[in-house]
Structures are given as C-alpha cells and as structure tokens.
T-cell receptor
Framework: EPEVTQTPSHQVTQMGQEVILRCVPI?????FYWYRQILGQKVEFLVS????????KSEIFDDQFSVERPDGSNFTLKIRSTKLEDSAMYFC???????????FGPGTRLTVL | AQSVTQLGSHVSVSEGALVLLRCNYS??????LFWYVQYPNQGLQLLLK??????LVKGINGFEAEFKKSETSFHLTKPSAHMSDAAEYFC???????????FGAGTTVTVRA
C-alpha cells in the first residue's frame, strides 16, 4: 500500500542552524501539505503546495520557512534559522485529488537546543 | 475561519463498551469533516470523512460518525471498544473550498480489560 514517508524521524539541531525536513509523498498525488504539532498542543497547518507553488500558508509560516519540490518526488520543508519554539513534530501529507483524503507521514520530531 | 472543539481530552472505556468521542465545529462555509487516529509513534490515519450526501458515515475499524448541521457536531462512535482502539483521536474540519485542515486538540482513548 502506498504511503507517505518522512526523513529523518528525529532531528536535533542548535538554535540558529538551518534544517531541511524531507518527505516523499505518494507518487501520483498532486497536493502537498506540512503541519506541525508542538508537544501537548493541536496539530497546526503550515502550508499547502500545488502545481509547484504555495497555495496557502498560515501565519506561522514566516520568512524563515520555505518549501520545495526539487525533483518531482521529494517535498521538503526548510527552516533557515531555527528557534527554540520550532521544536515540534512536523507532519507531511499528500492528497491525490480534491475531496480526497490527506495521507499523513509518520512525522519528523525536531528538537532545537 | 473554522475551528474544532473536542470535549474531553481523555476518555477511558471498558472493553466491549460504547466509545463516544465528541466533536463540535465552527465553519463559515459548508464544512468537510474528518476523524483521524494516531497510534504511538505513527502518523495520522483517516478513520472516516464527511463531505456531502449521507450524514451518517461509516469508517474503518467499526467506527462511524454523524454530521448534524443544526448542532454543528460530528461525534464519533463505536458500539464495542476493543483493546486495539487505544490511541489518540483527532477531529478536523476544512472548508469545502480548500483543504487546509484545522484540528481539534485530540482525545486520548484508553481501553480497560
């Protein structure tokens, strides 16, 4: 059964460092998303991506964040200069069509020290 | 804007008993509604969804939910709990004109033998 994969499963970084979180969506999907969940809080929408551009982004998704689909298979989330408050579980999701289902990856736990 | 309220952060049921998880939503446009389940160290898995049509929707693992527009509710039920139902459950809403999911805070279900 096709699934969304994410690497790494856990990333530890120093404050101010850049991190790239990687996702491989389901191969024929067209819509891509990043969400995050700070420990003990709700899952929050970060950004949606379709047709090689951002469809919508939340107020969390500031200039420190960027997304890219560099090679038609990977979907990455970059944080340029991490802050302590970026520590969270980051989930990637993909969807094949409108009114379809968003399939979620297992998440990357980011710890900023 | 849309939001979700899940009543009860923790529900404990006996094996074989009814599982009832409550979800109320607010949405400025007709909503699409979802229930996701998260097992430890795994991603979010879709249990069921309501988009249009029949208001009683059946999902995987014996779960079902009913969309009640007048009550702005989408409660999740299962007639007979199984030990494998122990997990965290998230209700989510998205406007019918985009797919940015807004999640509730989640309800952790424990099942007593």
């Amino acid at each position: 059964e096709p699934e969304v994969t994410q690497t790494p499963s856990h990333q530890v970084t120093q404050m101010g460092q850049e991190v790239i979180l990687r996702c491989v969506p389901i191969s024929n999907h067209l819509y891509f998303y990043w969400y995050r969940q700070i420990l003990g809080q709700k899952v929050e929408f970060l950004v949606s991506f379709y047709n090689n551009e951002i469809s919508e982004k939340s107020e969390i998704f500031d200039d420190q964040f960027s997304v890219e689909r560099p090679d038609g298979s990977n979907f990455t989330l970059k944080i340029r200069s991490t802050k302590l408050e970026d520590s969270a579980m980051y989930f990637c999701a993909s969807m094949g069509r409108l009114e379809g289902e968003q399939f979620f990856g297992p998440g990357t736990r980011l710890t900023v020290l | 804007a849309q939001s979700v309220t899940q009543l009860g952060s923790h529900v404990s049921v006996s094996e074989g008993a009814l599982v009832l998880l409550r979800c109320n939503y607010s949405s400025s446009v007709p909503p699409y509604l979802f229930w996701y389940v998260q097992y430890p160290n795994q991603g979010l898995q879709l249990l069921l969804k309501y988009t249009t049509g029949a208001t009683l929707v059946k999902g995987i693992n014996g779960f079902e939910a009913e969309f009640k527009k007048s009550e702005t509710s989408f409660h999740l039920t299962k007639p007979s709990a199984h030990m494998s139902d122990a997990a965290e459950y998230f209700c989510a809403v998205t406007p019918s004109n985009d797919y940015k999911l807004s999640f509730g805070a989640g309800t952790t279900v424990t099942v007593r033998a």
